[in-house]
């Protein structure tokens, strides 16, 4: 079974900057254990019960430096919100054993050049119920080998999360634009400051999260590496916040979904076609509407487990051949295959389920990558479909550059935009997107490659052997139960994992 946490509290090196042309910055970007998904609540149309149920704990993090002497720090990255902030040292949240593990906090007395702004209340909060409040304050913030003087991050002095973030979206996300209801209340965030402090040239940049089993991949600022993808670099158009009308997530057009295998294809149709997606790299999971999730589900063999409240799968078919191909910005516009390896995750941190009953009886159980949602959208495409594409973002001409992710290259061909303004170096526009505005359809596919995906899922004898159908909880799709509070705490010990009726490896 694959590994898909690494070390909680892992440092993870910035990158070697020498040969980096001018007017670009790269990091790291390396994966490790995390809280379940911090999605910051939303005043309106947010799907907080799928988000809430997500229970793995893989996150992005990078490493930077904060104050005078610089204090290192890791931090979770997310383009799914736009503040920096960092749990102060004065919060108790890293006092207990429970959440010492990770602990990555600011001590804002031993630098020199911090300076609270007085600016209206620091305050921020997740779907998961967790939070942080305090202050803003500005001080010396670097990254890689870059550094900008004057970044305003928001400090947590009452907090229950052991960790801070780089929130790298729209400046119109920010939590202070909710604390204040108004847009004008927006500060120039990290992008920008770097724009503005000269560092990089355009409020751009790149993600190249990598393979789920790689540890690092990267963000590059102000520019694109041609050697981190294959194929056309397609871009494809930001939409705007339906409620607002603000450029405030990154919001593309999904317009196909194709299953592929050895048995055959499907065009797999929804009625919410084409589906709003956010392009969302601090969820772990995707999740789609329900007549698409159900599809793919049934192409893959998911099925999906009430006491856990997500699609699992036999943990074996990561192996399969088989792979979905997403569209996005319409007939010829960007496409990107997420194959099976990448849609299998663990469902715990240490230790497995086993299918008590059903169909897959004794196998391990894995959690699926992709997720239904009831949420009339935005949909959200996390990790599990990043990972597969190299993504431009570019929050200028707000439109998206998408290419087939090189896996593991350590190739690199950096190409910096050369203005402010400027458009995604060798990207062309998807060309019938304007068009992107079908009649919702639903047509039950024939599922021709169903057969395919599960031929390579051998039955894998489970190595704790028999869970005996015990422990009671059992459902329909035979996961054995597991208390959902334990799950999301992200505390599995031995003692219960047996109480759950769990066997561990
Ligand atoms: C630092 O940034 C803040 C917020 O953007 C701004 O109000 C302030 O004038 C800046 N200070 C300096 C010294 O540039
Ligand atoms: C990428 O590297 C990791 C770690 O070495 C390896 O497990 C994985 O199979 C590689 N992925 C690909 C697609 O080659
Ligand atoms: C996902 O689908 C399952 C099975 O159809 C359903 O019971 C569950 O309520 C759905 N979850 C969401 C968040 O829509």
């Known amino acids: 079974m694959r590994t898909t946490s690494f070390a909680a509290g892992a440092i993870f090196a910035a990158a070697a900057n020498a040969a980096l042309p001018d007017g670009v910055a790269q990091l790291d970007v390396g994966r490790r254990q995390a809280h379940p998904r911090l999605r910051r609540r939303a005043t309106a149309n947010t799907d907080s019960t799928s988000i809430a149920n997500d229970l793995s704990e893989g996150g992005y993090f990078v490493t930077c430096k904060i104050g005078t002497p610089a204090q290192t720090l890791t931090l979770q990255l997310d383009t799914g919100s736009s503040d920096i902030w960092v749990p102060s040292s004065s919060a108790s949240v ?82 202070i634009v909710s604390t204040e209801e108004d847009l004008s209340a927006a500060y120039n965030n990290l992008p920008l400051v770097m724009v503005q402090e000269g560092v990089i040239k355009t409020n751009a940049y790149s993600l190249w999260l990598n393979d789920l089993d790689a540890s690092t991949g990267n963000l590059l600022f102000g520019g694109v590496d041609t050697a981190k993808y294959t194929g056309d670099m397609i871009k494809v158009d930001v939409y705007t916040d339906p409620d607002t009308g603000t450029f405030s997530s990154f919001i593309v057009a999904l317009t196909s979904v194709e299953a592929v295998s050895s048995s055959g294809s499907d065009t797999l149709t929804s009625t919410s076609f084409p589906v709003a997606v956010v392009l969302d790299s601090g969820t772990t999971l995707s999740y789609v509407p329900q ?20 699609a699992v799968i036999p943990c074996s078919r990561a192996s399969s051949g088989g792979y979905f ?29 086993t299918f008590s009953s059903g169909q897959y009886k004794g196998e391990a159980a894995c959690e699926f990558g992709i997720q239904n949602s009831s949420s009339s959208g935005p949909f959200l495409l996390g990790d599990t479909f990043l990972r597969s594409a190299y993504v431009v973002y570019d929050l200028v001409n707000n439109e998206i550059g998408l290419a087939q992710t090189n896996f593991n290259t350590s190739d690199s061909n950096i190409v910096a935009f050369a203005s402010s303004g400027a458009p995604i170096p060798s990207a062309t526009a998807a060309p019938s997107q304007a068009q992107v505005t079908q009649t919702p359809t639903f047509t039950t596919p024939a599922f021709a490659a169903e057969s395919g995906f599960g031929s390579t899922a051998t039955a894998t004898s489970s190595s704790g052997g028999s869970s005996g159908g015990s422990g009671g909880g059992s459902n329909a799709a035979g996961v054995n139960a597991v208390p959902m509070d334990l799950l999301r705490i992200g505390v599995i010990s031995a003692t219960l994992f047996a109480a759950g009726g769990l066997l561990i490896l």
């Open 325 to 353: 191909t997403f569209g996005f910005g319409g007939p010829n516009g960007a496409s990107i295959k997420v194959a099976m390896d990448e849609l299998v995750l663990d469902l715990y941190s240490s230790g497995t389920a």
């Open 94 to 175: 890293c006092e207990s054993s429970r959440n010492s593990d990770g602990c990555s906090l600011v001590n804002s007395a031993d630098s020199s050049t911090f300076v609270v702004t007085g600016k209206d209340e620091f305050s921020i909060a997740y779907v998961d119920g967790s939070h942080s409040d305090g202050s803003y304050f500005t001080d010396v913030f670097s990254i890689g080998s870059s550094t900008v003087t004057n970044m305003t991050m928001g400090l947590g002095e009452s907090t229950d999360i052991n960790f801070g973030l780089v929130g790298v979206g729209y400046k119109t996300d920010e939590a």
């Open 291 to 310: 007549d698409l999730a159900e599809q793919i589900w049934k192409e893959t063999g998911a099925v999906y487990n009430a006491e856990a409240a997500v």
